[in-house]
C-alpha cells in the first residue's frame, strides 16, 4: 500500500489522535489527514508549537480547528494522562496515531545509564500505554476505529549499538501483538508502522554523516499512514508495516 491514492474525503467525519505531530512524520501525518477531512486532536509538550500548527490548518481550510491538549510523556503517569484527554471533552475517536518517541544515547547494553534507560523506556513505551488505557473508552464508540503505532526496523531485529530505543521498540511491536489479539473481536484494528530512513531530526542525530537528501521526506510515507487510519484498511489488524521498500 505504499502507492495508495486515498480518496479526498477519506477521513471526513473521523477524530483523529496525534502525538508527536509538530515536527517530522507526526506533522506530515496531521496535515495529511486534516487534508483529507479529519478533525485533528493533538497531543504534545510544547503549546506554542501545537497552537502554531493548529493555526496553519486553520488557515489551511483543512476544516474544524483542531483541539490540543498539552502532555509531556517524559512525565506522564496514568492519572495525568486520563485527566489530560478528558480534558478534551471528546465524545469519540475514529483513531489514535502514537507518533512521538525519543532515540535516547545510542551505545551498547552494557554501557546504558539507569536514567536513560528509564527516560526512553517512559517515552516510548509505558507513556504510550498510558494514552491506549485512556483512549480506549473513546474508540470504543466509533463505529470503526484504528490504533497505529511507531516501530522502527531495530524494533524488529536487534542491532548492535542501538541500545534502550531497540529494545523500546521490540515492546512497540508486542504491545501492538497483545492489543490486536485483545481486540479482535472488536471493530478496533491495531497495526504498527516502520517509517525507515527517513529524513527527520531523530535520523540526523542517529546518523549525523549521513546525507539527508538521499532519504525520503516525512510527506513521502503518507499513503501507507492513509490508508492504515481509513476504512480500506479495516480488515487490516496484528501486522507491522514498512512504509518504505525494503
Not at 21 to 30: K, S, V
Request: proline letters at 6%.
Amino acid at each position: 500500500m505504499l502507492d495508495y491514492q486515498a480518496p479526498p474525503a477519506l477521513l471526513a467525519d473521523k477524530t483523529i489522535a496525534i502525538t508527536g505531530a509538530t515536527a517530522g512524520i507526526g506533522r506530515a501525518a496531521a496535515l495529511s489527514y486534516a487534508a483529507h477531512g479529519a478533525h485533528l486532536v493533538l497531543l504534545g509538550r510544547d503549546p506554542v508549537k501545537l497552537q502554531a500548527l493548529c493555526d496553519e490548518i486553520a488557515a489551511g481550510g483543512g476544516g474544524a480547528r483542531p483541539c490540543c491538549g498539552v502532555l509531556d510523556l517524559a512525565l506522564a503517569d496514568q492519572a495525568s494522562t486520563r485527566a489530560c484527554v478528558a480534558a478534551l471533552g471528546l465524545t469519540r475517536l475514529d483513531g489514535l496515531l502514537l507518533n512521538a518517541g525519543v532515540l535516547g544515547t545510542l551505545g551498547p547494553l552494557a554501557d546504558i545509564d539507569e536514567g536513560e534507560w528509564l527516560r526512553v523506556q517512559q517515552i516510548n513505551v509505558s507513556a504510550n500505554l498510558w494514552l491506549l488505557q485512556a483512549c480506549l473508552p473513546l474508540l470504543r464508540r466509533a463505529p470503526a476505529a484504528s490504533i497505529l503505532l511507531t516501530s522502527s526496523g531495530v524494533g524488529k531485529r536487534g542491532r548492535a549499538g542501538w541500545g534502550s530505543y531497540a529494545v523500546s521498540k521490540f515492546a512497540t511491536e508486542g504491545m501492538m501483538q497483545v492489543l490486536a489479539d485483545e481486540l479482535a473481536q472488536t471493530h478496533i484494528r491495531v497495526n504498527c508502522i516502520n517509517p525507515g530512513a527517513t529524513r527527520t531530526a531523530m535520523r540526523a542525530a542517529a546518523k549525523p554523516d549521513e546525507d539527508p537528501m538521499t532519504l525520503r521526506t516525512p510527506a513521502d510515507l503518507m499513503p501507507l499512514y492513509l490508508y492504515l487510519m481509513g476504512a480500506d484498511s479495516e480488515p487490516q489488524t496484528g501486522r507491522s508495516w514498512d512504509a518504505q521498500p525494503k
